[in-house]
Nanobody, 131 residues
Framework: QVQLVESGGGLAQAGDSLRLSCAAS?????????VGWFRQAPGKEREFVAA????????????YYADSVKGRFTISRDNAKNMVYLQMNSLKPEDTAVYYC???????????????????WGQGTQVTVSS
């Protein structure tokens, strides 16, 4: 059974940095085609944050970001550790949300920002940024 587990959330002040981690069990990230991060603030819809998509050979990867986080967040993958990370710098209060990791088994399209293309989801980790 595939399971995604996020970690690294917590309390931060505006301008601080946090790094979120997404670990996969039951299946390595080599078996996926794309991993994304989404977030959901209280009373709001779950929104796309970042995604990383790679080819079958995992020699080529491309990253995508929401405009709201571009230049501040970086998504990356560590094949040896079977982890995907979201480095969040220059945090703002509006980044406060529950952050979710999601993985797509076999997706090569361009709708990386759409929740429906992801097959597996983690339980989320809370990030709270104070001003």
């Amino acid at each position: 059974q595939v399971q995604l587990v996020e970690s690294g959330g917590g309390l931060a002040q505006a301008g601080d940095s946090l790094r979120l981690s997404c670990a996969a069990s039951g299946r390595t990230f080599h078996s996926y085609s794309m991993v994304g991060w989404f977030r959901q603030a209280p009373g709001k819809e779950r929104e796309f944050v970042a995604a990383i998509k790679w080819s079958g050979a995992i020699l080529y990867a491309i990253s995508y970001y929401a405009d709201s986080v571009k230049g501040r967040f970086t998504i990356s993958r560590d094949n040896a550790k079977n982890m995907v990370y979201l480095q969040m710098n220059s945090l703002k209060p509006e980044d406060t949300a529950v952050y979710y990791c999601a993985a797509a088994k076999d997706y090569s399209g361009s709708r990386y920002y759409t929740r429906g293309v992801y097959d597996y989801w983690g339980q989320g980790t809370q990030v709270t940024v104070s001003s």
